[in-house]
């Protein structure tokens, strides 16, 4: 059975910094596209940030970018986001997605129709 587990939301202030873990089992980690989607009361869920499989590539929604990093570690079967000068509106439960892929080349997936599997989210919180 795949299993996503995400960790490390909290509530925190403007301005903090807060880093989500994604622990996976039950997929060959390494051959998965490995994304994040956030989702705030009432709002679509929304891409992130996405990471290749070896984690050369990475693509961040336009107003995370440069605040967040996205990373992983295959030996691990994790993939990280560190969230940096966190503000107000980043306020969502972010979810991790994992999308099975055979060949490279194609475009990093930022939909989440595209990805196969879900993690159930972790609570971020940011406060002014």
């Known amino acids: 059975q795949v299993q996503l587990v995400e960790s490390g939301g909290g509530l925190v202030q403007a301005g903090a910094s807060l880093r989500l873990s994604c622990t996976a089992a039950?997929?060959?980690?390494?051959?998965?596209?490995m994304g994040w989607f956030r989702q705030a009361p009432g709002k679509e869920r929304e891409f992130v940030a996405v990471?290749?499989?070896?984690?050369?590539?990475?693509y961040y929604l336009d107003s995370v970018r440069g605040r967040f990093t996205i990373s992983r570690d295959n030996a691990k079967n994790t993939v990280n986001l560190q969230m940096n000068s966190l503000k107000p509106e980043d306020t969502a439960v972010y979810y991790c997605?994992?999308?099975?892929?055979?060949?490279?080349?194609?475009?990093?997936?930022?939909?989440?129709?595209?990805?196969?599997?879900w993690g159930q989210g972790t609570q971020v919180t940011v406060s002014s």
């Open positions: 997605a994992a999308k099975r892929t055979v060949f490279g080349g194609s475009p990093l997936p930022r939909h989440a129709y595209e990805y196969d599997y």
């Open positions: 039950g997929l060959t980690f390494s051959t998965y596209v």
């Open positions: 990471i290749s499989r070896s984690g050369g590539m990475t």
